[in-house]
């Protein structure tokens, strides 16, 4: 059963705007911390960023810092990620995911507990 459902990913041209969305189906992620992964074509996945259950916290990885925000209303089965002045090298599969710990976030994927579908980003120049 799919927990968690990605949308709003597409063909878009450098220096443009997507806002990803991502929500739970079936059961609450309420109190997990909740954020996002990209996996470009033969490349490792890698961390993009991440919120605690209540929106206070965030941490992004240096490539998309000041360009990303990810945002969570408090408490809620749901998270979003908007991407501004996008690049080539951003384009990739992008994957939500849930875990009980923020930290695993930063550590290793392959700790984390849910995992979406994922949505694909594309990043013409």
């Known amino acids: 059963q799919v927990q968690l459902v990605e949308s709003g990913g597409g063909l878009v041209q450098a220096g443009a705007s997507l806002r990803l969305s991502c929500t739970a189906s079936?059961?609450?992620?309420?109190?997990?911390?909740m954020g996002w992964y990209r996996q470009a074509p033969g490349k490792e996945r890698e961390f993009v960023a991440v919120?605690?259950?209540?929106?206070?916290?965030?941490y992004y990885a240096d490539s998309v810092k000041g360009r990303f925000t990810i945002s969570r209303p408090y408490g809620k089965d749901a998270v979003y990620l908007e991407m501004n002045s996008l690049k080539p090298e951003d384009t990739a599969v992008y994957y939500c995911?849930?875990?009980?710990?923020?930290?695993?976030?930063?550590?290793?994927?392959?700790?984390?507990?849910?995992w979406g579908q994922g949505t694909l980003v594309t990043v013409s120049s």
């Open positions: 919120t605690d259950w209540s929106g206070g916290s965030a």
């Open positions: 995911a849930a875990d009980s710990s923020i930290t695993e976030f930063r550590t290793d994927y392959r700790y984390l507990e849910v």
């Open positions: 079936g059961r609450t992620f309420s109190s997990y911390a």
